[in-house]
């Protein structure tokens, strides 16, 4: 090993018991504690100025193919999991933000009345706003609701309000309840567009059953904790229910494991359980748990134009290239 000069300051001519800096070349995350870790710990690179620069450094040199295969016609999926907190937005605003910035055309839909995929998206709401309510209950075209993302060319998002909250309730008297988006993609020249992304609700009421008429595929994702798979069979059979009565086309196609927390056995058992009942259907690219993708949201940003360098957006980057180059595979 070379005896470079911060090799031998740190370990042996200033040894820490006689009043040197307390830096350990053995031991960087105890020196890095010392000098005030927030109490959540670090993403799991080192999270300083520095570091950063150095990640968005490396991201941007990129791996020489900034242009991904386009899909023959345009690909609807649906983020679902009727459990909150498991990173369906984030993975929705993050995967759409990953394939725009590849030279794909993406709309995402905002089908949670909480409206987190348009706030993670800058998109500024008021009382007066159209939004995605405007198409399912009032017959609203999705080309006079989806409005572009800021910073993010190629990306567009029809925005969620409040009175989505009501749709539930509302869609239930009204003809072909369950059809109601799939006929306003039907509606929209969706030549125009390579992807589009839905962000479900955390249930399985109507508007889930509307995504999951309007797409083919379904992408879950699963969080790397213990009560991960509770539900999942209720979520599995809801999507064979509308396949069967609804939408013979639909298909859950992929399963993306998110905030892993590469410390802990627990996630890695999680994600080898969920390898071992989903197979193929399973990304390679896991989303580590990170700071900067939980922080993203907050400047109505995706961390892909927060953070690009940052951990967390390069495993987005890595899942979307794969969701990209990989063919829909029947499940
Ligand atoms: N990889 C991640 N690392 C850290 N925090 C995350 C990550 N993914 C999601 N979060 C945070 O977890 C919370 C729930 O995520 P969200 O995408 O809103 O879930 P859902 O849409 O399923 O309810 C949010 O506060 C989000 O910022
Ligand atoms: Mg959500």
């Known amino acids: 090993m070379l005896n470079n000069g911060y090799d031998s300051y740190v370990s042996r001519e200033t040894p820490h018991w006689e009043g040197g800096p307390s830096l350990s070349a053995e031991a960087p995350e105890a020196a890095v504690v010392a000098a005030g870790a927030p109490p959540g710990g670090f993403d799991v690179e080192m999270d300083t100025p520095i570091a950063r620069a150095a990640r968005t450094a490396m991201s941007v040199r990129g791996r020489g193919d900034d242009l991904w295969p386009r899909p023959d016609r345009c690909r609807v999926i649906s983020v679902a999991n009727q459990k909150g907190g498991v990173g369906k937005t984030t993975t929705t605003v993050n995967l759409a933000a990953s394939l725009a910035m590849h030279g794909n055309r993406v709309l995402v839909v905002d089908l949670d009345p909480q409206g987190n995929a348009s706030t993670a998206l800058g998109m500024e709401r008021t009382q007066e706003s159209r939004s995605i309510y405007h198409c399912l209950v009032e017959d609203e075209e999705i080309r006079e609701l989806a409005r572009p993302v800021e910073d993010v060319p190629n990306l567009w998002c029809v925005p969620a309000t409040i009175d989505l909250a009501g749709a539930e309730i509302e869609l239930v008297s009204l003809v072909a309840r369950e059809a109601r988006l799939k006929r306003a993609f039907a509606a929209y020249d969706s030549s125009e567009l390579d992807y589009i992304l839905i962000d479900c609700p955390p249930s399985l009421g109507l508007l889930t059953v509307n995504a999951m008429v309007a797409c083919e595929e379904v992408l879950i994702p699963i969080q790397c904790e213990y009560y991960a798979l509770e539900g999942l069979g209720q979520l599995l059979r809801n999507v064979e229910l509308v396949k069967s009565h609804l939408n013979p086309a639909l298909t859950i196609s992929t ?5 892993y927390d590469g410390r802990t056995r627990l996630a890695s058992q999680v994600a080898d359980e969920v390898r071992g009942h989903f197979g193929e259907l ?14 993203a949201p907050s400047y ?5 134009t927060y953070d690009p360098g940052s951990t967390g ?8 290239r794969e969701i990209a180059f990989r063919a829909k595979t029947a499940a």
Not at 313 to 320: K, L, R, S, T
């Open 255 to 259: 399963i993306l494991l998110t905030m």
């Open 282 to 295: 399973v990304l390679q690219s896991l989303v580590p748990r990170s700071v900067r993708v939980s922080e």
């Open 300 to 304: 109505g940003q995706s961390v892909m």
């Open 313 to 320: 957006a390069v495993a987005y980057m890595e899942a979307a």
